[in-house]
């Protein structure tokens, strides 16, 4: 998803106290101009929301308004405008942190991509530490496969989704591609070891298809679109 919105110039360049008016004071321009900008952005944030609900995956909505709202954030930053919103805000709101706020939200949605292989990865469904010389029942032998399958499958899925879907801010793409790599490969990594020696296959590496290399890889290709 990408942008909806670009500021546009009506308003935010408004000229006060020019010849043949009144000039107001300082102050008081200021707070209009706050004042102004402020419902601006809130009717940008209301517009933002019902747009997402277009998107039937979730994960793509969080997606889509985390997008949205660094490119708020990033642009007010990078004006004046921040400054000027926040000494004459009434209510005390800190504003940048209020969109790093919603960021996080977002992003906690974002990651419920990886809960299922998350919770195949965890100990839950084979409780037992096995050793190489086990001789696993066929019940704990299909318990660890699964697994595999499970991670396999996530993984090759949500690459072809995720691969389509755009970060075009290039540093906070790279804060979601490393979100995901630090929530998904060491645990992989810890899954790998546990059982990689196990017998619970004739050929266990028709399960562990992928290092945890290959894993961090395939994750930093998502958003792989060119800007």
């Given at each position: 998803p990408g942008y909806t919105s670009r500021w546009?110039?009506?308003?935010?360049?408004?000229e006060y106290g020019h010849q043949g008016t009144r000039a107001l004071p300082k102050s008081n321009i200021h707070r209009q101009m706050a004042t102004y900008i402020n419902g601006i952005l809130k009717a940008l944030e209301k517009n933002l929301e019902s747009k997402s609900k277009v998107y039937d995956n979730r994960c793509l909505s969080a997606l889509f308004l985390m997008n949205n709202?660094?490119?708020?954030?990033?642009?007010?930053q990078e004006s004046e405008l921040l400054h000027l919103l926040q000494d004459t805000h009434h209510d005390g709101v800190d504003l940048d942190g209020r969109y790093i706020d919603w960021i996080h939200r977002q992003m906690e949605v974002y990651r419920l991509w990886?809960?299922?292989i998350t919770e195949a990865m965890s100990d839950n469904t084979t409780s037992a530490v096995f050793k190489e010389s086990d001789k696993l029942k066929d019940s704990q032998k299909d318990a660890i496969k699964q697994k595999f399958k499970t991670f396999n499958a996530t993984l090759e899925e949500q690459l072809r989704i995720q691969q389509k879907w755009a970060i075009p801010d290039p540093g906070f793409r790279d804060w979601v591609r490393e979100s995901n790599i630090e929530a998904i490969v060491l645990q992989y990594c810890d899954m790998v070891q546990r059982y990689e020696k196990v017998n619970f296959s004739s050929n266990n590496r028709k399960y562990i298809?992928?290092?945890?290399?290959d894993v961090e890889k395939t994750l930093s290709m998502f958003f792989d679109q060119k800007f």
């Amino acid at each position: 998803p990408g942008y909806t919105s670009r500021w546009g110039s009506s308003g935010i360049n408004a000229e006060y106290g020019h010849q043949g008016t009144r000039a107001l004071p300082k102050s008081n321009i200021h707070r209009q101009m706050a004042t102004y900008i402020n419902g601006i952005l809130k009717a940008l944030e209301k517009n933002l929301e019902s747009k997402s609900k277009v998107y039937d995956n979730r994960c793509l909505s969080a997606l889509f308004l985390m997008n949205n709202y660094n490119y708020i954030r990033k642009n007010l930053q990078e004006s004046e405008l921040l400054h000027l919103l926040q000494d004459t805000h009434h209510d005390g709101v800190d504003l940048d942190g209020r969109y790093i706020d919603w960021i996080h939200r977002q992003m906690e949605v974002y990651r419920l991509w990886y809960q299922g292989i998350t919770e195949a990865m965890s100990d839950n469904t084979t409780s037992a530490v096995f050793k190489e010389s086990d001789k696993l029942k066929d019940s704990q032998k299909d318990a660890i496969k699964q697994k595999f399958k499970t991670f396999n499958a996530t993984l090759e899925e949500q690459l072809r989704i995720q691969q389509k879907w755009a970060i075009p801010d290039p540093g906070f793409r790279d804060w979601v591609r490393e979100s995901n790599i630090e929530a998904i490969v060491l645990q992989y990594c810890d899954m790998v070891q546990r059982y990689e020696k196990v017998n619970f296959s004739s050929n266990n590496r028709k399960y562990i298809i992928y290092t945890p290399d290959d894993v961090e890889k395939t994750l930093s290709m998502f958003f792989d679109q060119k800007f």
